[in-house]
Structure formats: structure tokens, C-alpha cells
């Protein structure tokens, strides 16, 4: 194994931890149009962040092959801890976010038809519509029928777990999605967060 990039991909350790990136993980990684996606936590100060190889770069080899698409959370540095699933569908690349503690909007998810920075737009309501879905894991796509679907599943410790799925469509004019609750919360037992 050979390192690609810089120590938390050269941001600073500002909690001055020893020792230091105790909190700047990556968590998730997706190839889309060609260009590999890592989506990560980068501390308390700076919240979910997604980079990516730069185009053309197929192998990376330091941190001069990657650039930053997602930045400060998606604006929202007190909610978005970190990225906790990534997956393409449908021509895009969606992004969903964790929450960094049970006190805050619940899970987002965002797409982008380029991947680029800038062009990321959420797609669903917050925490789908009850903050206490903390995150969005493992999105995954599958089909059923002639119809694809994203989905995934939430942690919530009131209810229970939760799976959502879109087939891609518009609520209304859009941007958000239509979501639907694919089971029973906590599969019947609110035990199963």
C-alpha cells in the first residue's frame, strides 16, 4: 500500500490533539465518471467534506491528484458531521450526511449530475422528515420490476431504523425527491435503531 495523499488531505488539526487526526476519517468511496470520490469527516470545525481525483488522474499518487468538490459540510457545519455513504444513480452521485449529535436536523442527502463543487443539491427533507434519523448508511441501488431504486437505511434511537428508497423522481417541481419508508420503524421493534 502506497499513501495517495496528504494527512487528512492537508487540512489542519485545529483540535491539537496527540495524537493529531483523531477526528478526520474517510468514511465512503465511489467511482463516478471515472474519477474516485472519498467522502469523510474533518473534525468538529470543518464537518462532512467530499474530495475527489482530479480529471484524467486514473491512479493518484499524491495530493496534487485530488481536489475538494464538497466543503464546510454543505454549508451546515453544526449538523453534517460527516459523509456516510456515497453512490451513483441515475446519472448522478449522491452524497448523504450523519449528523454530529442527536440535538440537530437529521440526515441529509445531496446529489450532483458533475460531481463538481458548487453543483450539489439536496434532494430530501432533513432526517426525511424526523430529526431523528441521525444518518443515512450503506445506500445501495437495486431493481425491482422494470424500476431501479436508491436506498438506504437511518439509526434512530426513538423509533427505530428506518429504509428509504427513491425511484428518482420530482416531489412536486423537485429539487427534493420523492422518498418512500420501505418498513416498519425498527422492523417492528423501536429496539433496532
Same mark, same amino acid.
Given at each position: 500500500?502506497?499513501?495517495?495523499?496528504?494527512? !487528512?488531505?492537508?487540512?489542519?488539526?485545529? &483540535?491539537?490533539?496527540?495524537?493529531?487526526?483523531? &477526528?478526520?476519517?474517510? =468514511?465512503?468511496? !465511489?467511482?463516478?465518471?471515472?474519477?474516485? +470520490?472519498?467522502?469523510?469527516? *474533518?473534525?468538529?470545525?470543518?464537518?462532512a467534506r467530499v474530495?475527489?481525483t482530479k480529471a484524467?488522474?486514473?491512479?493518484?499518487?499524491?495530493? !496534487?491528484?485530488?481536489?475538494?468538490?464538497?466543503?464546510? !459540510? =454543505?454549508?451546515?457545519?453544526?449538523?453534517?458531521?460527516?459523509?456516510? &455513504?456515497?453512490?451513483?444513480?441515475?446519472?448522478?452521485?449522491? *452524497?448523504?450526511?450523519?449528523?454530529?449529535? $442527536?440535538?440537530?436536523?437529521?440526515?441529509?442527502?445531496?446529489?450532483? &449530475?458533475?460531481? $463538481?463543487?458548487?453543483?450539489?443539491?439536496?434532494?430530501?427533507?432533513?432526517?426525511?422528515?424526523? $430529526?431523528?434519523?441521525?444518518?443515512? /448508511?450503506?445506500?445501495?441501488? =437495486?431493481?425491482?420490476?422494470?424500476?431501479?431504486?436508491?436506498? #438506504?437505511?437511518?439509526?434512530?434511537?426513538? *423509533?427505530? $431504523?428506518?429504509? %428509504?428508497?427513491?425511484? #428518482?423522481? =420530482?416531489?412536486?417541481?423537485?429539487?427534493?425527491?420523492? %422518498?418512500?419508508? /420501505?418498513?416498519?420503524?425498527?422492523?417492528?421493534?423501536?429496539? +433496532?435503531?
Amino acid at each position: 500500500w502506497t499513501q495517495v495523499n496528504d494527512g !487528512a488531505f492537508g487540512l489542519g488539526d485545529p &483540535s491539537n490533539q496527540t495524537p493529531p487526526y483523531q &477526528s478526520e476519517d474517510g =468514511f465512503e468511496v !465511489a467511482v463516478f465518471d471515472d474519477q474516485l +470520490y472519498v467522502g469523510m469527516e *474533518a473534525d468538529d470545525q470543518y464537518g462532512a467534506r467530499v474530495w475527489r481525483t482530479k480529471a484524467g488522474v486514473t491512479i493518484p499518487t499524491s495530493q !496534487a491528484d485530488w481536489e475538494q468538490v464538497v466543503d464546510d !459540510a =454543505f454549508g451546515d457545519v453544526s449538523n453534517n458531521d460527516h459523509i456516510d &455513504s456515497l453512490e451513483p444513480f441515475g446519472g448522478y452521485l449522491y *452524497a448523504s450526511t450523519a449528523q454530529k449529535d $442527536a440535538s440537530h436536523d437529521g440526515t441529509e442527502v445531496w446529489r450532483s &449530475s458533475s460531481g $463538481a463543487k458548487g453543483s450539489w443539491v439536496q434532494v430530501n427533507d432533513d432526517g426525511f422528515g424526523d $430529526a431523528n434519523n441521525e444518518n443515512f /448508511k450503506d445506500m445501495v441501488v =437495486f431493481t425491482v420490476g422494470s424500476t431501479d431504486w436508491l436506498c #438506504g437505511g437511518t439509526l434512530n434511537n426513538a *423509533a427505530g $431504523a428506518q429504509v %428509504w428508497c427513491t425511484d #428518482g423522481t =420530482f416531489d412536486g417541481g423537485g429539487p427534493k425527491l420523492k %422518498w418512500v419508508q /420501505k418498513n416498519q420503524n425498527g422492523f417492528g421493534d423501536p429496539k +433496532y435503531v
